[in-house]
């Protein structure tokens, strides 16, 4: 979603650090972006609509500029045009925003009565008012940021210059993330590390309700108008992981690393064999039920776990989209462990969906790939997926993380509840440690990709079925084609489609058909059937190599055959792997897609 960046300091130019780390957060998806710096105490506001490279066509880079505040904005309140783009000024103050603000009507009446005009139709606009309105009563920056956070509702990560504080940078923090990056001579802020990061290793992570004044040598952090004492930590990663390191793109990147994201994730627990599981995952059999909270991949993540879950350890798991799940009943009982996954967590539903869930005195987990983020700082337990930092919109790793560490759950439990025998233990064993080779195998079949999307690049609409796993992992393959690749498809459950949607089945009709599961394969076979006499073309991924084959598929990718709880790792590598080819094959824009954003921090 939308980016902040913002300079203080002596040592560089405010203009170049402010460009540099927008370009950084492009990633997160946006529509507008713009810069605010003091020359010569004089303050510039530059904007443009669409790509970056229209604003740094723009700007002047020569300037000599110590401070600045940066935003890619994706727009929620008004269209992506430069009136309603940030940074905003009111009165004395410029103002970058993250978040949304749920009040901001009523203020902009109160404000519209006190005499302040608004150009845009942002919720932004209107807390410069406010900001501006506090300070003509107290003449003090500090006391009147206070004063807005009590007065604002919602969510906002905030970057502040006032007029009368020419070396001064501010921010405010509340349900948005927001850090400050420390560094010698200069400090920094930002909405996200890849914005600083070649900058400083140094930050500051601020907790929601403070706010703080920052300098080039000092910075001062404050909570309900108390000063705070505050940890400078250190970011795990360095440049070159936000690089593509030779890959045409960022995604392509990470789906090859996934070899390596499966080893770290599940070394830990694996090291010494169920031993180590045992001793580093949380007693799960307290629990009468599981609940999987997420959104978008992360919930596809959660239903595969359900399946594994559910049919190894014999627990039960309900999922819910956490979008829905925080306005609908939730029928929690106490003996409830409430999972939440997210790769960025700061996802805005999910963390509702967690704060809901401790409000109501369960257990929570999370299950998180980034260190530090608000979700793995608020759930009670959190288990790491170590998958590195994630770029590309569509998630591929990130998700695979969290498959991986949700089918060791399932093994977790169902040792301990004397559900697997050491035979089976030995081989999943053993399955983990090939997996990595697999994945590398799967990888490498580029060319049978590129002819399937060269196959399906004409149709509109195209169907993944399965059932019970592989209807989970076809969502997935589902969401993945359409986010990237601008492609309408569905994912079905193969033994649904007979109810109404085999309608739309016509000749060429482009069906990936996914089957892994042994005890259901006749069944999802049948289906298949029923669409390719039906003019479809069947695009069939499997791990069964030699069964009676007699024709109702058009192309078929093999799988390796593996342990039914490491088995969507491999299945779900084709899928990742055709989307790919498709929106390469149509010229998408496969890192940043159109109208998306890597953490969607508002609901
Ligand atoms: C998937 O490719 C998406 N980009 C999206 O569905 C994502 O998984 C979802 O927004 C959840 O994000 P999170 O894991 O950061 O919470």
């Given at each position: 979603m939308c980016g902040i960046v913002g300079y203080v300091g002596s040592n560089k130019n405010s203009v170049h650090v402010l460009i540099d780390g927008l370009k950084k957060l492009e990633y997160r998806g946006y529509d507008s972006a713009g810069i605010a710096y003091l020359e010569n105490n004089k303050l510039n506001i530059i904007k443009s609509v669409g790509e970056l490279k229209k604003l740094e066509s723009?700007?002047?880079?020569?300037?000599?500029?110590?401070?600045g505040l940066g935003h890619t904005?994706?727009?929620?309140?008004?269209?992506?045009?430069?009136v309603n783009s940030h940074p905003h000024k009111v009165g004395k103050f410029t103002i970058v925003h993250n978040g949304i603000v749920e009040n901001y009507n009523e203020l902009r009446s109160k404000l519209k009565s006190e005499g302040y005009g608004f150009k845009s139709e942002t919720d932004t606009e209107v807390v410069a008012a406010l900001l501006d309105s506090i300070y003509k009563t107290n003449n003090d920056v500090l006391k009147s940021i206070r004063k807005m956070t009590d007065i604002l509702d919602g969510s906002y990560a905030l970057g502040i210059m006032c007029e009368d504080d020419n070396d001064t940078l501010y921010v405010a923090k509340n349900k948005s993330p927001l850090i400050i990056g420390v560094?010698?001579?200069?400090?920094?802020?930002?909405?996200?590390?890849?914005?600083?990061?070649?900058?400083?290793?140094?930050?500051?992570?601020?907790?929601?309700?403070?706010?703080?004044?920052?300098?080039?040598?000092?910075?001062?952090?404050y909570k309900d108008g108390i000063k705070k004492d505050f940890n400078v930590e250190e970011f795990k990663y360095d440049a070159s992981d936000i690089s593509k390191k030779g890959y045409e793109h960022f995604m392509l990147k990470e789906m090859h690393e996934q070899p390596e994201v499966f080893r770290r994730t599940t070394n830990p627990y694996l090291e010494s064999g169920i031993d180590s599981l045992i001793a580093k995952m949380?007693?799960?059999?307290?629990?009468?039920?599981?609940?999987?909270?997420?959104?978008?991949?992360?919930?596809?993540?959660?239903?595969?776990?359900?399946?594994?879950?559910e049919k190894f350890a014999n627990a039960e798991v309900q999922v819910d989209t956490a979008s829905e799940f925080r306005y609908c009943k939730q029928f929690l009982?106490?003996?409830?462990?409430?999972?939440?996954?997210?790769?960025?967590?700061?996802?805005?539903?999910?963390?509702?969906?967690?704060?809901?869930?401790?409000?109501?005195?369960?257990?929570?987990?999370?299950?998180?790939?980034?260190?530090?983020?608000?979700?793995?700082?608020?759930?009670?337990?959190?288990?790491?997926?170590?998958?590195?930092?994630?770029?590309?919109?569509?998630?591929?790793?990130?998700?695979?993380?969290?498959?991986?560490?949700?089918?060791?759950?399932?093994?977790?439990?169902?040792?301990?509840?004397?559900?697997?025998?050491?035979?089976?233990?030995?081989e999943i064993l053993e399955d983990a440690n090939k997996l990595p080779g697999y994945i590398e195998s799967l990888l490498n079949k580029e060319e049978d990709y590129k002819k399937i999307a060269e196959d399906i690049k004409d149709y509109n609409d195209i169907f993944f079925i399965g059932r019970g796993i592989d209807y989970a992992l076809a969502m997935e393959g589902s969401l993945k084609l359409k986010e990237i690749s601008y492609t309408h498809s569905e994912a079905y459950a193969a033994g649904e489609l007979k109810h109404g949607t085999i309608s739309l089945i016509d000749e060429g009709t482009p069906v990936v058909a996914i089957v892994t599961d042994d005890n259901i394969a006749p069944k999802t076979i049948s289906n298949?059937?029923?669409?390719?006499?039906?003019?479809?073309?069947?695009?069939?991924?499997?791990?069964?190599?030699?069964?009676?084959?007699?024709?109702?598929?058009?192309?078929?990718?093999?799988?390796?055959?593996?342990?039914?709880?490491?088995?969507?790792?491999?299945?779900?590598?084709?899928?990742?792997m055709v989307a790919y080819e498709l929106?390469?094959?149509?010229?998408?824009?496969?890192?940043?897609?159109?109208?998306?954003?890597?953490s969607v921090t508002v609901e």
């Open positions: 723009k700007v002047n880079f020569g300037v000599s500029s110590n401070i904005r994706w727009a929620t309140h008004g269209i992506a045009d430069e560094g010698e001579g200069d400090n920094y802020i930002a909405s996200d590390v890849p914005a600083i990061l070649d900058k400083t290793k140094k930050y500051i992570a601020l907790e929601d309700g403070c706010y703080a004044k920052i300098t080039s040598s000092e910075i001062n952090l949380p007693d799960f059999t307290k629990y009468g039920k599981i609940r999987i909270v997420a959104c978008g991949s992360a919930t596809h993540a959660g239903l595969v776990g359900k399946q594994m879950i009982k106490e003996d409830e462990l409430v999972i939440v996954v997210s790769q960025s967590g700061e996802t805005a539903d999910t963390l509702e969906a967690l704060n809901i869930a401790k409000k109501n005195g369960n257990d929570t987990l999370g299950i998180i790939n980034e260190k530090g983020s608000t979700i793995a700082r608020e759930a009670k337990m959190v288990l790491y997926t170590e998958a590195g930092k994630e770029i590309a919109v569509a998630t591929t790793k990130a998700y695979s993380a969290q498959v991986a560490l949700l089918s060791l759950i399932a093994l977790n439990l169902s040792y301990k509840k004397d559900l697997v025998d050491k035979k089976e233990i030995k298949i059937k029923e669409v390719k006499s039906r003019g479809a073309n069947v695009i069939y991924i499997t791990n069964k190599k030699d069964e009676n084959e007699d024709g109702f598929y058009d192309k078929k990718i093999v799988v390796p055959k593996v342990n039914y709880l490491l088995q969507p790792l491999l299945t779900v590598i084709p899928l990742q929106a390469k094959l149509k010229g998408c824009s496969i890192d940043k897609p159109k109208n998306l954003a890597k």
